[in-house]
């Protein structure tokens, strides 16, 4: 597997500032907007990043395995966490409720297959555990609009809704097509309301193509709903919507021998403008580099594996920069 030197991108909130997240080589920070501005070292290793909902704390994780609370106006620390258990892979997610932030770990055994994951609940301000499910299969976690209901799968495709408050499990699905399905044909899961919707895929034999189908779960009356679509071909990614109504796909594509790179295809459609703009990310096969649209939809940032550079691509005119990490 290549050495890539940048691990991962995460903008702030007003699309001002592009962190970037690098292989032993620090933590970087590069504005865009300032055309003379070039990346500055901002901390050590920093594997994990995101934001509150309210833009007042940034949250970050180091290779040490705690969670560090900063506040950003300017930014300085306020806490350091440290997180219980073992296990390489951390993710942050930011709650609706900007006091709190949500971690979630996961361990790899020597096969290289995600065996064991686990997440707890922060309190932004006092470092306090608020809960933390008992459970070592953990996946896909998201919390409602109002950040009091935790819902998360297992590896068998099983659904759970916990009450946050009273530490108590709400619902839990059972569905007869989502059941055993692998956890990479997970693709995403979201609220909606207070329904569950879930993005799967699977290999059709018979149809010799994968498919893919959207799932609806209604938590109060256990009622499912299942969507197929049967124009999806390609491999589904990832979607989001910027808060300016800018969707984005991505997909691979594979080189004719299959066995050098791989490209992926960005797909950047603007409902306001009518207009599709394709972006194309070539990168080392075992190596899916790493892409962060900004928050106000405008810039699309993607890594490059050698050398160590960003990619800022502009979402209505097409054109881009390269701006290189002297690491």
């Known amino acids: ?22 292989n032993g080589h620090g933590t970087w920070i590069y504005r865009p907007k300032d055309m003379d501005n070039t990346p500055k070292r901002f901390d050590e290793d920093v594997e994990a990043m995101t934001f509150s909902t309210d ?14 609370i900063w506040g950003t106006q300017p930014y300085r620390p306020i806490l ?18 900007p006091n709190h932030v949500l971690v979630w770990r996961g361990a790899y055994n020597l096969d290289n297959i995600l065996n064991t994951t686990k997440i ?14 008992d459970h ?18 297992d590896f068998t495709s ?10 108590s499990q709400i619902a839990k699905w059972e569905s007869n097509w989502l059941h055993n399905i692998p956890e990479q044909s997970v693709l995403e899961c979201r609220w909606h309301e207070e329904q569950i919707v879930g993005y799967f895929s699977r290999y059709d034999w018979e149809k010799h193509q994968r498919v893919y189908r959207t799932a609806l779960w209604n938590s109060t009356t256990d009622e499912e709903q299942l969507f197929d679509f049967d124009d999806l071909t390609t491999l589904f990614e990832s979607f989001k919507w910027a808060p300016d109504k800018i969707r984005v796909d991505t997909e691979i594509e594979h080189d004719a ?9 960005v797909q950047i459609w603007n409902p306001d403008r009518k207009r599709i703009r394709h972006f194309y990310v070539e990168f080392d096969k075992d190596e899916y580099p790493p892409l962060a649209l900004s928050p106000d939809g405008m810039v699309l940032a993607s890594a490059s594996t050698q050398p160590a550079c960003i990619v800022l691509n502009d979402v209505l005119t097409g054109g881009f920069r390269i701006i290189k990490l002297e690491i």
Do not use: Q
Not at 136 to 153: C, S, T
């Open 136 to 153: 070592d299969e953990v996946i896909h976690p998201i919390l409602n609009a109002d950040g009091r209901k935790l819902f998360y799968m």
């Open 55 to 68: 833009s007042r704390h940034l949250f970050f994780t180091t290779i040490d395995g705690d969670l560090h």
């Open 158 to 167: 099983t659904e759970y809704i916990w009450d946050i408050a009273t530490g």
């Open 257 to 265: 021998d299959d066995d050098v790179f791989e490209v992926i295809h």
């Open 80 to 97: 350091r966490v440290p997180l219980p258990g073992e296990g390489k892979w951390l993710k942050l997610f930011a709650s609706p409720d």
């Open 120 to 133: 707890w609940l922060y309190h932004v301000l006092t470092g306090e555990l608020l809960f933390s499910p």
């Open 1 to 22: 597997m290549a050495n890539r030197d940048i691990l991962n991108l995460c903008w702030s909130p007003d699309s001002s500032e592009l962190f970037v997240s690098t």
